[in-house]
Nanobody
Framework: QLVESGGGLVQAGGSLRLSCSPSGRFRSIDVVGWYRRAPAKQRELVADISTGGNGRYADAVKGRFTISRDDMKNTIDLQMDSVKPEDTAVYYC???????????????WGQGIQVTVSS
């Protein structure tokens, strides 16, 4: 349902931009965000933003990452600046919303995209 792009290999201190696009339109969207799972660790919130609200960030990425949502382009982006080796993880796009009037509000996930930061 969610298609991610923009991952890859980047050097420490560099920048990378992840983008996520729902495969179709949603009747309503409550929250969009990005999570990540590093090797041997649990999946954790990176950043999210609720409709009409402000972005919320994990302490580890505050001041370095910026989440944005463009309803016209139907994208959810994560701008990653000043990346560190500890940002290496599989990043997942997340959306909580309602597809149509016949579907309940639910949680939708992307397939995950690898980000590797070299030191």
């Amino acid at each position: 349902q969610l298609v991610e792009s923009g991952g890859g290999l980047v050097q420490a201190g560099g920048s990378l931009r992840l983008s996520c696009s729902p495969s179709g339109r949603f009747r309503s969207i409550d929250v969009v965000g990005w999570y990540r799972r590093a090797p041997a660790k649990q999946r954790e919130l990176v950043a999210d933003i609720s409709t009409g609200g402000n972005g919320r960030y994990a302490d580890a990425v505050k001041g370095r990452f910026t989440i944005s949502r463009d309803d016209m382009k139907n994208t959810i982006d994560l701008q990653m600046d000043s990346v560190k080796p500890e940002d290496t993880a599989v990043y997942y796009c997340y959306l909580r919303g309602q597809k149509d009037i016949w579907t309940r509000t639910g949680d939708y996930w992307g397939q995950g995209i690898q980000v590797t930061v070299s030191s």
